[in-house]
């Protein structure tokens, strides 16, 4: 797992929470206290699985709300580090297209833990963008964290529909990402 992941998850808890909640939380996922995780590494994927199941049930969050919300903070780390990359003319269905995935198969080239894993992004309307994603690690719900993300960061309305999901038995994950509303524009 990319580490930016697990810092951001370090420090929501933190943040939110407070150390000592923080080392309970390491403890119960049988790490240790001291550990602290930094953005240019990376971990097993079984840390992060440990990590969001031990702050789901400590903090009595639903596991796919503590996901979907914490791929909203993964984004907007992620827009804080890459949103001067963007066009100007560039709005959210914009980036989804064209910048989704190339950061799955950059981290996946850097990444020596991340599973094998495909985005497909394609341009169905000037209003929506279709994704299909299929991985080992089933991670759809944060997908959609960060295009919530995305959508607050341009001021946008998406709406989010899965057509297929890979929890529910199917190939890949197809999710629907259609814009309803320009919130604000300048």
């Given at each position: 797992m990319f580490g930016t992941?697990?810092?951001?998850?370090?420090?929501?808890?933190?943040?939110?929470?407070?150390?000592?909640?923080?080392?309970?939380?390491?403890?119960?996922?049988?790490?240790?206290?001291?550990?602290?995780?930094?953005?240019?590494?990376?971990?097993?994927?079984?840390?992060?699985e440990q990590l969001i199941d031990v702050c789901a049930k400590d903090l009595r969050i639903n596991k796919n709300t503590l996901l979907r919300d914490f791929g909203k903070i993964f984004g907007e780390h992620?827009?804080?580090?890459?949103?001067?990359?963007?066009?100007?003319?560039?709005?959210?269905?914009?980036?989804?297209?064209?910048?989704?995935p190339k950061v799955f198969i950059t981290i996946q080239f850097v990444d020596p833990y991340t599973p094998k894993?495909?985005?497909?992004?394609?341009?169905?309307?000037?209003?929506?963008?279709?994704?299909?994603?299929?991985?080992?690690?089933?991670?759809?719900?944060?997908?959609f964290g960060i295009i919530d993300a995305v959508a607050e960061h341009f001021q946008e309305k998406l709406e989010i529909t899965e057509t297929g999901c890979m929890h529910q038995g199917d190939p890949e994950c197809v999710i629907h990402v259609k814009r309803k509303a320009i919130l604000w524009s300048s």
């Open positions: 992941a697990l810092k951001c998850l370090q420090d929501f808890v933190l943040d939110n929470y407070g150390k000592e909640k923080w080392n309970q939380v390491l403890d119960q996922a049988g790490l240790s206290t001291n550990k602290m995780y930094h953005s240019i590494r990376f971990y097993p994927d079984a840390e992060f992620l827009i804080s580090m890459y949103g001067g990359m963007f066009l100007k003319d560039w709005k959210s269905l914009d980036i989804i297209e064209k910048v989704a894993s495909k985005v497909k992004c394609e341009r169905v309307s000037p209003d929506e963008v279709v994704i299909h994603y299929q991985s080992p690690r089933k991670m759809c719900i944060y997908l």
